[in-house]
C-alpha cells in the first residue's frame, strides 16, 4: 500500500495535493471530505509501514491544517460560516487522534492537542447554540444528513480526546458528545424489527426509502453498525446492546455477502449476487467490526472483521494496490465497461479496476482498511494481559501495567495457513497472553504449544473466543495451530459459497487484463505516475459452472510455512486452492454484467465434468463465489473414480 496508489496520492492526486484543507482548491463535494478521508487513512499505514516519506508527509499536513487554524477555533477551509458542517472534521479527529497516539509531541503547545481543543470549544458554543454546524435549514438535508449520520465518529474521537488528554475541558467535551448524540441519527431505531428492511429497497415505495436515506447508504450503513456500542459508553444505556447486536445481525443476514461486504450500490439492494459492495463501505465496515470487538468483547464480530479483512477488501483492489474498484459484484465474470449497470446510483465503470472508477471518495477512504485493522490486531485485555484480537502477522511493543516492557511478535502466513508462530520477550514478572480462535476452528485439531512442551489442545472462553496463558520472565516461544474444514454455506438463488478457515473460495477465471491511462478527472493528462492505470478484464476460461460439492477437496502448496509471493492478492498467487467437479451450464451475460444464477431445475450440464480450483476469493479478480450446484453422478457426466483419483494426486502438488 504504501509504495501503490494510497503512500502516492500526495504528490500527484489534485483531491490531495491541491486541497482547499492544505490552500488549494481541489475538491469533489461542498462536504470537503477529500483531505479528511485520505489524511485517516494515511497516518496508520505511515506509521504502521515505517516509511519515513509518508510519515513526513503526515506531519506536513498536520502541521499546515493546525497552523491554519482560524481565529475561532474552526479546522477547515470553511471560511463562510454558513457553510460550516462538523461532517469533514470527523475524519480529521481521528486523524489526529492517531497522530498524537505515536508522535507524543503532537500534544505540546501549539501543536494537535491544543489545536483540538480550540476547535471543542468553537463546537460546544455552536451545538450550544441551535446546533449550528449539525442540524441545518430543510435545503441543506443532503449535506446535513452525513454528520448526523456518522456522528458516532466524532463522538470516538471526543472520547478519545476525553480519556487521554482531557486538558481541563472535560464538561465542554462531554456536552459535545451529548448534542451530538440527541440530533444525531438514531441507529436503534433504524435496527428495531418495525422498521428494517429486510429485501430489495428497489421493491420499496420511493418515499418511504428516500426518507431512510441516512441509514441505508451502504457507507453509511457500515459505519453505524458501532454507533450504539459509542454510544452506549458515556450514556450507560444498555438497551444500545440489543440494537447493536440487531443490526449487526439484520445487515448480513439481509444485505450481506458471502466475503463479508455489505450489499449497496450507494443503497441496501437484498442479497443479489450481481448488484454491488463499495469499497468505502468495506473499510468502514472493517473499522466498526474491531470497534466492536474491543468495545463488548464478543467473537462474531472479530470473525467477520477479518472475513471482511482478507476477502472483501483485496478483492477490490489490483495486487500491487495502484487500482481500486468502485463497486464489486459477488459474482463477477468480466470487469468492464457495462451496458447497463445494475447498480441503483454507480456508473457503468463502477466495477472497473482503477484510479477513479466511479465517485472519489473510495480513492481517498480506502486506504485506512489494513493499517487500522493492524492497530485494531492488539488490545490490553484488563488490568494485567494483552491480547491477539484480529489474527495475522504482527508485533507489538508496549510496557505493561506492571511496569514491565513485553515484544510480541507473531510469524505467520495467516489466513492462508493456521499455523502461527509467538515470539514473546518479558523483562520482568509475568502476564497474561491471550490469543482469539475463530468461530470456524476445529477445536479438536486445533492445539497450543507453549515453551517447547507437547502440544495441548485450546480451551477458548465461549463468549470472546480468547484463550489464555500466563507468561514469564524471558522469552517464551508459542505454536499455535488452528484446524479448519471446507465449509459449505447455503446462499440466495439455491447456491453456495465455500469456505476454508477465515478464506472465501471461488470460481476464478483467467483473465485477459487491458490497461488503459486514467480516466480520472482529478489528475491533468499524462501526470498520473506510470503505475497507474484502468482495467478491463475479461474472461479467458470457463466461469458459468454448477459445482458438484460432494467432490471438494483442500490443497496446499508444499512447504507450507515458506514465505508468501508479493503481492500476495494477485491472480493464482496464493498457496492453497480447493478442487471440485464441475460442469457448465447455460448462463449468460446479459448487459455486461453475469445474470442471477439459473435456478435449480435449470442447470443442465452443457459438458463433461471437468476439475476446477476454486481459489482464494480476494486474488481473484474475476471470480464466481455464489454457486450453483448440481449432482455430477445423475446427471451422468461424472468422470470415473480411476480419474478423480489420478487428477487429485497430480493437484496435491498444485
Not at 637 to 651: F, H, N, R, T
Request: proline letters at 7%; a negative charge; charged letters at 20%.
Amino acid at each position: 500500500m504504501a509504495d501503490g496508489l494510497p503512500g502516492h496520492e500526495y504528490e500527484f492526486y489534485s483531491l490531495v495535493r491541491d486541497n482547499p484543507w492544505l490552500g488549494g482548491s481541489s475538491e469533489y463535494s461542498s462536504l470537503n471530505e477529500a483531505f479528511p478521508y485520505w489524511f485517516n487513512g494515511l497516518v496508520p499505514l505511515a506509521y504502521s509501514s515505517g516509511d519515513e516519506r509518508l510519515k513526513k508527509q503526515v506531519l506536513e499536513a498536520a502541521e499546515y491544517i493546525i497552523s491554519h487554524q482560524q481565529e475561532d477555533g474552526w479546522l477547515g477551509p470553511e471560511v463562510d460560516k454558513k457553510r460550516r458542517n462538523f461532517w469533514g472534521t470527523y475524519p480529521v479527529f481521528l486523524g489526529l487522534a492517531q497522530l498524537v497516539d505515536v508522535e507524543p509531541n503532537m500534544a505540546l503547545p501549539g501543536t494537535a492537542i491544543p489545536a483540538m481543543h480550540r476547535f471543542v470549544d468553537l463546537m460546544h458554543s455552536m451545538l450550544s447554540n441551535g446546533h449550528q454546524g449539525f442540524v441545518w435549514h430543510p435545503g441543506d438535508l443532503f449535506d446535513e444528513q452525513w454528520g448526523r449520520s456518522r456522528a458516532a465518529d466524532m463522538i470516538l474521537a471526543l472520547q478519545w480526546l476525553y480519556e487521554k488528554h482531557p486538558e481541563g475541558n472535560e464538561d465542554k467535551l462531554y456536552d459535545c458528545m451529548y448534542f451530538l448524540y440527541e440530533q444525531s441519527y438514531d441507529w436503534s431505531y433504524w435496527f428495531s424489527k418495525d422498521v428494517y428492511i429486510k429485501d430489495d429497497l428497489d421493491l420499496w415505495p420511493v418515499e418511504i426509502t428516500n426518507s431512510l436515506f441516512p441509514y441505508v447508504h451502504g457507507v453509511n450503513a457500515g459505519q453505524g453498525l458501532k454507533a450504539g456500542a459509542v454510544l452506549r459508553r458515556f450514556t450507560k444505556n444498555d438497551s444500545l446492546l440489543s440494537s447493536t447486536h440487531n443490526g449487526v445481525d439484520w445487515t448480513f443476514k439481509y444485505h450481506g455477502t458471502p466475503s463479508g461486504g455489505i450489499i449497496a450500490d450507494e443503497r441496501l439492494a437484498g442479497l443479489s449476487p450481481v448488484r454491488g459492495v463499495e469499497l468505502c463501505s468495506v473499510v468502514e465496515t472493517m473499522f466498526s467490526l474491531s470497534y466492536l470487538y474491543h468495545a463488548l468483547g464478543e467473537k462474531d464480530f472479530a470473525d467477520r472483521c477479518e472475513l471482511a479483512a482478507f476477502n472483501a477488501l483485496p478483492v477490490m483492489v489490483m495486487p500491487k494496490w495502484w487500482a481500486h474498484q468502485y463497486i464489486a459484484q459477488t459474482n463477477q465474470p468480466i470487469s468492464h465497461e457495462l451496458t447497463r449497470a445494475p447498480f441503483w446510483n454507480v456508473g457503468p465503470h463502477g466495477q472497473e479496476f482503477g484510479l477513479e472508477p466511479n465517485y472519489p471518495c473510495c480513492t481517498v477512504n480506502f486506504p485506512q482498511g489494513y493499517p487500522k485493522f493492524l492497530s485494531a490486531s492488539f488490545a490490553r485485555q484488563g488490568d494485567y494481559g494483552i491480547a491477539h484480537t484480529l489474527l495475522g502477522p504482527a508485533e507489538v511493543n508496549t510496557t505493561l501495567t506492571s511496569g514491565a516492557r513485553v515484544h510480541i511478535k507473531c510469524d505467520t502466513n495467516y489466513p492462508f495457513n493456521h499455523v502461527l508462530f509467538y515470539t514473546i520477550e518479558l523483562d520482568k514478572g509475568n502476564f497474561w497472553f491471550s490469543f482469539r480462535v475463530p468461530s470456524w476452528a476445529v477445536l479438536n485439531k486445533t492445539t497450543l504449544s507453549v515453551g517447547g512442551q507437547p502440544p495441548k489442545f485450546v480451551n477458548p472462553d465461549n463468549v470472546t473466543g480468547m484463550h489464555t496463558v500466563q507468561v514469564y520472565a524471558g522469552k517464551t516461544i508459542i505454536v499455535y495451530e488452528l484446524g479448519a474444514d471446507i465449509r459449505v454455506e447455503p446462499r440466495a438463488n439455491d447456491t453456495v459459497a465455500i469456505y476454508h478457515g477465515a478464506l472465501l473460495y471461488a470460481i476464478s477465471p483467467l483473465g485477459d487484463y487491458d490497461a488503459h491511462e486514467p480516466r480520472s478527472g482529478h489528475t491533468k493528462r499524462n501526470s498520473a505516475p506510470p503505475q497507474s492505470h484502468d482495467w478491463s478484464i475479461h474472461p479467458m476460461s470457463p466461469w458459468a459452472l454448477a459445482i458438484d460439492t460432494s467432490t471438494l477437496r483442500f490443497f496446499e502448496y508444499p512447504n507450507r510455512d515458506s514465505p508468501l509471493p508479493n503481492p500476495i492478492w494477485a491472480e493464482n498467487a496464493p498457496p492453497t486452492m480447493i478442487s471440485v467437479l464441475a460442469c457448465q451450464i447455460d448462463w449468460n451475460i446479459t448487459d455486461g454484467y453475469a445474470s442471477n444464477p439459473p435456478l435449480k431445475g435449470q442447470r443442465n450440464c452443457t459438458s463433461r465434468a471437468l476439475m476446477v480450483g476454486l481459489r482464494p476469493y480476494g486474488s481473484a479478480k474475476l471470480h464466481m463465489a455464489e454457486i450453483p450446484t448440481v449432482n455430477l453422478r445423475r446427471e451422468g457426466v461424472a468422470p470415473l473414480d480411476q480419474d478423480l483419483q489420478g487428477i487429485e494426486l497430480k493437484m496435491n502438488g498444485i
